[in-house]
């Protein structure tokens, strides 16, 4: 691959880059400091959830002996810390911002100082549980939170030049290719929450350096040995493990270790776990030429989107273990959808695309980003969702056990805050994912105005899309050479037209994309999406959608909320025949386009009827239903939501 460099610079997304810059990043600063005066709520209510604070700052000052006291957080607590860092590199090198950096140097200074000196780092193991390094893997997330460490350094030191990160960086990637891998005398297993292979393959994208590539297929490929492992440091455990109460055995699928990787066929276990698993199985395949692993990548990937994904691209339909269940189970008010889980499915799919040159894949990209990844914030980027519903009525949440997870309203902050600093992180980087260059040619996968600069090409992009869908790229080729730019036609797009200087031209579809063989010199191509609303049913396996309808506009899955339908939006139907009307609301939710179609409400003949009647005790009265995009519901207080609605 060349060297590329993108640019955003859409209003719409550099509003979101703004507001991470001027608020999210200062506010989840305060937050890691214990600096602010918020409300923290457990995800779920289960009292071992730590929420009294966040302490992550303070972690490091005491792992590094600057301050004394005990560790608190749960033990991947600073990952919150790395994941802020990275956010924080993306946001400077869009916009340089010297304080930030002054700030983000001492962080990196405060990491170098809590390193241990042959180059481990982890502030819980260090504080807490010394002899326990490395001695309870399964649920340890030491290699996890190695794994954010890289990806934070490197993207640190890509963006300010600061040596310091890349010192640390090589410390601990060079500790743990000393400490695991297949050589007697280490250790063989990996960690209980993949990561690090992420972490250790930008490593190797960046130097070049072999072994941090080997190193990450072999904590991919030992999975399979793992639970070994697990169940011998079980033994060893003095039922006083560090998660309180000792090692739990928990089902091997919840790890991905029940099968080596290359042989799995299924998304199975916790979500998030397992789309980093298949990110960085995509990264090795791609990068190792591995066919077999690229294979299981393509096995994983089909099981996911056929059946196993949420029309809002939301993935995990329980909350036991924050998992994936069956084929076609995808309750709406149980399931989990984690925002953490969207935003892995999107670097799944974006690892995907340099295995296969499939729309597709950039389609599922679009799908989780604009809906689900977005919605784990609230438009003022202080509240986040760890839950992302399709179907909320809020007291359920408040009082059925069962339904704790599911919140009506974006929490100030998150006991498990692995969230909100993810999509941070992912805001700031999007420039990365609106083109990759393929085997020669550049794909373009998501319309966001932006400038693209290769070695041999750039790319001005126009467009305001979603809002319309008419995309002008101004394509410079500065070879000899042809170039070939592949343009994604959405799979949810049914009617396109292109141009190319002027002259319509025949769009071809191949697997996804319309290919332009642009000459020398510059060249204007048009693309032409028609975006209206469109109504969706799902399979009929899908016992919870049967006899539904839900409704989208382009990339935007949109939703009914109580605040625009009032109560009981079960009482709804969208009748099959009505047209549903596009209107653009400036003012409403930061600028949306509202849709509106004719439908019905039942209501009740006796309303003083009992809780059964055996007589039909429901009529229906003619209702106008209005539905906003998925990702901005919640934003108005605490309110019923909901995506699929029945269809008469
Ligand atoms: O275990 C680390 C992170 O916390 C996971 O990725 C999330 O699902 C949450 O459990
Ligand atoms: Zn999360």
Not at 76 to 94: G, H, N, R
Not at 328 to 340: A, H, Q, S
Request: with cysteine; net charge negative.
């Amino acid at each position: 691959m060349g060297n590329m460099k993108t640019k955003v610079t859409d209003p719409s997304w550099k509003r979101y880059k703004e507001l991470v810059r001027k608020e999210m990043i200062p506010y989840q600063w305060a937050v890691l400091n214990d600096n602010i005066d918020i409300k923290i709520e457990k995800e779920r209510d289960d009292a071992s959830i730590p929420s009294e604070k966040s302490h992550a700052i303070e972690n490091f000052k005491i792992a590094a002996g600057l301050s004394k006291g005990e560790h608190y957080g749960w033990v991947f607590q600073d990952s919150d810390v790395y994941k802020w860092l990275e956010a924080v590199a993306y946001s400077l090198e869009d916009t340089w911002d010297e304080d930030l950096k002054t700030l983000a140097d001492g962080v990196v200074d405060l990491i170098g100082k809590a390193q241990q000196p042959d180059g481990y780092i982890n502030t819980y193991f260090t504080i807490k549980e010394p002899a326990k390094r490395y001695k309870r893997l399964v649920e340890s997330h030491e290699l996890y939170c190695a794994g954010h460490l890289l990806e934070a350094l490197i993207a640190y030191n890509n963006a300010t030049g600061n040596t310091k990160s890349m010192d640390i960086a090589y410390k601990l990637a060079n500790h743990m290719d000393e400490t695991f891998g297949p050589e007697e005398g280490k250790l063989h297993c990996a960690d209980g929450h993949e990561e690090v292979e992420i972490g250790l393959m930008k490593l190797y994208h960046v130097t070049g350096e072999a072994r941090y590539a080997k190193l990450a297929d072999y904590f991919l490929k030992v999975r399979g040995d793992s639970p070994k492992v697990y169940e011998e440091q079980r033994k060893t455990d003095d039922g006083k493990g560090i998660l309180g109460g000792g090692i739990s055995p928990k089902p091997i699928k919840y790890n991905q270790t029940h099968l080596p990787v290359d042989m799995q066929d299924t998304a199975e276990g916790h979500a998030v776990r397992l789309v980093y698993m298949c990110t960085a199985m995509a990264d090795v395949a791609a990068t190792l030429k591995d066919e077999k692993l690229a294979a299981a990548c393509k096995r994983i990937w089909r099981n996911i989107v056929d059946k196993r994904m949420y029309i809002t691209g939301g993935i995990g339909s329980t909350v036991q273990g924050e998992a994936f269940t069956l084929d076609y189970d995808l309750p709406n008010d149980t399931m989990y959808c984690e925002t953490c889980a969207s935003i892995g499915l999107i670097f799944f799919a974006k690892q995907m695309l340099n295995i296969e040159r499939n729309g597709e894949y950039a389609d599922v990209m679009e799908r989780a980003l604009y809906n689900t990844a977005l919605s784990g914030m609230a438009l003022d980027g202080k509240h986040f969702f760890y839950v992302n519903p399709l179907e909320v009525v809020p007291n359920k949440g408040k009082l059925d056990p069962t339904k704790s997870h599911v919140k009506s309203v974006r929490p100030e902050w998150l006991g498990c805050a692995c969230c909100p600093p993810n999509l941070a992180r992912l805001i700031t980087s999007i420039d990365d994912y609106i083109y990759s260059e393929v085997e020669d040619n550049i794909l373009v996968n998501l319309f966001i105005k932006s400038e693209f600069t290769g070695d041999k090409v750039t790319i001005y992009q126009d467009s305001d899309y979603p809002k319309s869908g008419l995309v002008t790229f101004k394509v410079t080729n500065k070879e000899e050479k042809t170039a070939r730019i592949g343009i994604r036609i959405p799979g949810w797009c049914d009617n396109y037209t292109g141009k190319f200087d002027g002259e319509d031209a025949g769009i071809t579809n191949e697997k996804g994309y319309w290919y332009v063989n642009v000459p020398t010199g510059e060249h204007e191509v048009v693309f032409a999406m028609e975006i209206k609303p469109k109504r969706w049913y799902s399979n009929i396996n899908v016992s919870e959608d049967t006899r539904k309808v839900a409704v989208s506009r382009g990339p935007q899955v949109y939703c009914v909320e109580e605040a625009d339908n009032g109560r009981n939006l079960h009482c709804l139907s969208l009748n099959s025949d009505s047209e549903i009307t596009t209107e653009w609301k400036g003012e409403l939710l930061n600028g949306v386009n509202v849709l509106e179609a004719e439908g019905t409400r039942l209501l009740a003949i006796d309303t003083k009827a009992g809780l059964y009647t055996d007589k039909p005790n429901v009529t229906k009265v003619p209702a106008k239903i209005r539905f906003i995009p998925y990702h901005t519901w919640g934003n108005r207080g605490e309110n019923e939501m909901r995506v699929w609605l029945f269809e008469d």
